[in-house]
């Protein structure tokens, strides 16, 4: 595994994170098939990964709802020994927050469920603008400052789909930001934050995590011909699933990718591509564009 410094939070992350959105499941998404979920995680820390993702909502019955998937992480630390072997990255729900007392109680909640006293990195999930001037009203910026000072969280941050306008307005409101997930891959540089947050978060020595690396899958199925034929003639021969990945890798602004994995082969694949120095040639980069 090779692994980043995570901004100016001083943490040595793998540059491959395990995003814990798309376990496998049984009937309905909050069934989490914990064996299964288990054994991909537990080769995955094996392997190297040190960085867990999860959020409050995820693997619940609706998109808004306490999800499973920080319970199911809480307890796969707990009974094998790893806690103190990954950083554990989580999300308030910002969109569910409507009092200053909320912040605290969804933390405590989360803190709970993760059967940890601390929290590596805790990020405002998926900041809209509206969230963010509501958030910012109900006074998030002391609930983080409290968080900071009580040892409750190691490192702030938020994840965002917005333009890149309102990125560097949120980073510049608070100096203590120190993570920032935003969704990118080759065909979102100019889309949503792109390059240009990429590039102003490096700037600021601002952590980068990247979600979406391979648009939900769509880069890596059902690739048209006239793509395919475009990489064949690339210098260095991959699959599309390397295309997305070391695309991102190759970039001194990306220190984090988080793929939601969600089966052992995805795991394996993975880390894989993860381990490999693999420099992406001028003539190469040209196929990309």
């Not at 994840?159 to 979102?188: F, G």
Request: net charge negative.
């Amino acid at each position: 595994m090779i692994y980043n410094k995570l901004g100016k939070t001083g943490l040595e992350v793998s540059r491959l994170g395990f995003g814990t959105m798309r376990l496998p499941t049984f009937n309905s998404n909050d069934e989490i098939n914990t064996e299964e979920a288990s054994k991909m995680l537990e080769y995955g820390i094996e392997k190297g990964i040190n960085l867990i993702d999860t959020a409050y909502p995820y693997h619940s019955k609706t998109l808004e709802g306490s999800g499973n998937s920080e319970s199911f992480v809480g307890e796969f630390l707990a009974e094998n020994n790893l806690r103190d072997e990954v950083y554990i990255s989580t999300k308030s729900p910002s969109w569910a927050i409507e009092s200053e007392d909320d912040f605290e109680m969804y933390l405590d909640e989360q803190l709970e469920k993760l059967q940890t006293d601390y929290i590596d990195i805790y990020l405002l999930h998926s900041l809209t603008v509206p969230d963010w001037y509501k958030v910012k009203d109900l006074n998030v910026l002391d609930f983080l400052d409290d968080c900071l000072s009580s040892g409750k969280v190691k490192h702030v941050g938020f994840s965002s789909h917005i333009e890149v306008d309102y990125l560097i307005e949120i980073i510049d409101e608070y100096p203590k930001w120190e993570v920032v997930l935003t969704q990118m891959n080759y065909l979102d540089e100019y889309y949503q934050s792109g390059i240009m947050g990429l590039e102003y978060l490096k700037e600021m020595n601002i952590g980068s995590m990247i979600m979406e690396p391979l648009r939900g899958g769509r880069l890596v199925q059902n690739i048209p011909g006239e793509i395919n034929d475009l990489w064949n003639m690339a210098e260095v021969k991959r699959t599309p699933v390397e295309w997305a990945l070391q695309y991102l890798w190759n970039r001194d602004d990306v220190d984090c990718v988080l793929s939601g994995m969600t089966s052992l082969e995805q795991v394996r694949q993975n880390i894989e591509i993860a381990s490999n120095h693999d420099e992406i040639s001028s003539y190469d980069q040209e196929i990309i564009r």
